[in-house]
């Protein structure tokens, strides 16, 4: 478990250092930390500089000299206090390594959502890049396998099961009589340099498909996923996906959808949102990490950098997502290290104090790193974005800014329209507030008025 990290000179990240809290009460199966903090505050950085410290300190770079490009420091805890795991040489007051360095990890994970280029030159089996474009194969790479190609067995799988709901609109917990389901997977090959369909079959390990169509330059397969694919009962999700990436003569890959209530009628992944794909793919990225360390003697650990996950998803996917981690990783023989950079408060709701990390400027323009000395675990979604995300309101400003201007100018007849647009909540109760106030001095004024005129007739 890290104690500490230096960075020197990347980015943003100048004479960055993080401490990390004990998480030893802290049940769960994966060493999970989280990263927030406004736009510019380095959260991609710092996930970017654990990627390249990531990539350096690998089991299959163990004999290699580290070629991090800037200098860093990550400590451990042990029995007797801390200790220097890992450093870049020449970093400032930093203690020599106690030991020969140490790989940290046996395999790289980076998934980022945005539409900054963060594609890294060094790409194998054990250092996997993904962003929207590529990670699309992820899930044609567990239908490929043994793990994934009977339906029946695709869907009894929990995990998988809850995204299935999630992706159709409906509660974990509840029973979901209408689904979206994945029915027929599809590759394009590309036949214009002489690859050939048995040349990707031999390959991939895989059947011949059930049909296909010839397109100019390509050919499309079409494999339904109701009965056995794969030739191969030990391929590994992992090196499918890796072949799929890397293959250039595999040019693209997705699904014919089915919804359950309407079998035999087939949908493209044009009829499906950024949102329903999002789902699919990138927690079918942490179901075959989970996957692949389930029944191996030797498990590996993994560095898994996730940019902002939560993209495109509604609130009610973000109250499941890192249970949902939680749950795919429960089993796991190995602690893996999960660094989630997030703008959601939602998902903070879920965090333990421990597991959670404000990144902010300087007024000299680096940045710092601080834990959050608060409890936040089961917190209101409301008071974290006001006191974490720094949020002026708790409502938009178009409607904060009418509603002031309304309880400013004392008219009754507006307060009492506005009164049918406002949904509930603290605005609301100002309102009805207000108009009660006014109503009651206007009373007030109407019995002085009437006493007066009493007084008048005598």
């Avoid at 997977?185 to 031999?202: A, F, M, P, S």
């Avoid at 992944?269 to 794909?277: A, T």
């Avoid at 981690?325 to 939602?346: E, G, P, R, W």
């Avoid at 720094?390 to 400013?408: C, F, H, P, Q, T």
Wanted: net charge negative; proline share 2%; hydrophobic share 35%.
């Amino acid at each position: 478990m890290f104690s500490y990290i230096k960075i020197e000179d990347f980015c943003n990240l100048t004479n960055f250092e993080m401490e990390f809290e004990n998480k030893k009460d802290t049940i769960s199966n994966i060493n999970l930390n989280v990263l927030i903090g406004k736009n510019g505050t380095g959260k991609s950085c710092l996930l970017d500089a654990l990627f390249e410290i990531g990539t350096n300190n690998l089991k299959s770079k163990e004999s290699e000299e580290d070629a991090t490009s800037f200098k860093y420091q990550i400590k451990i805890k042990t029995e007797n206090g801390t200790k220097t795991l890992c450093a870049k040489p020449n970093i400032k007051n930093t203690e020599m390594v106690d030991e020969p360095k140490k790989f940290l990890w046996d395999k790289i994970f980076r998934l980022y959502t945005g539409s900054t280029k963060r594609y890294s030159s060094d790409f194998s089996q054990n250092i996997m890049d993904f962003n929207e474009k590529n990670i699309k194969y992820i899930l044609p790479a567990i239908f490929f396998t043994s793990y994934g190609t009977n339906l029946t067995k695709y869907t009894e799988d929990s995990n998988i099961k809850d995204i299935l709901k999630l992706t159709s609109g409906c509660n974990i917990n509840d029973d979901c009589e209408s689904t979206i389901n994945p029915v027929v997977v599809w590759l394009e090959i590309n036949i214009d340099e002489g690859y050939t369909l048995d040349d990707v079959i031999k390959i991939l390990n895989i059947k011949q498909p059930d049909y296909k169509s010839i397109e100019k330059n390509s050919i499309k397969c079409f494999w339904k996923i109701d009965k056995d694919i794969t030739t191969n009962v030990q391929n590994k999700p992992l090196n499918i996906l890796y072949t799929m990436l890397e293959a250039p003569h595999i040019v693209d890959a997705g699904f014919l959808y089915e919804k359950s209530e309407k079998p035999g009628l087939y949908y493209t992944e044009q009829s499906l949102s950024d949102g329903e794909l999002g789902v699919f793919s990138r927690l079918a990225l942490l179901i075959i990490l989970g996957i692949e360390n389930k029944n191996v003697e030797t498990p590996e650990k993994y560095l898994i950098l996730l940019d902002e996950p939560e993209t495109h998803f509604n609130e009610n996917w973000k109250i499941h997502f890192i249970n949902l981690i939680d749950k795919i990783f429960s089993n796991a023989k190995v602690q893996h290290d999960i660094f989630i950079a997030t703008h959601s408060a939602m998902l903070v709701t879920d965090l333990k104090k421990e597991e959670l990390h404000r990144l902010y400027k300087t007024q000299h323009g680096g940045v710092k790193a601080t834990t959050i000395p608060f409890c936040t675990f089961g917190g209101n979604v409301i008071d974290i974005g006001r006191t974490l995300f720094e949020m002026d309101s708790d409502i938009g400003e178009r409607a904060k800014d009418e509603i002031k201007e309304a309880l400013n100018n004392d008219n009754v007849e507006k307060l009492n329209k506005l009164l049918h647009q406002v949904g509930a909540g603290e605005w609301r109760w100002k309102i009805r507030s207000k108009i009660n106030q006014l109503e009651k001095a206007d009373m007030c004024c109407n019995f002085k008025i009437k006493d007066q005129e009493l007084e008048n007739e005598k």
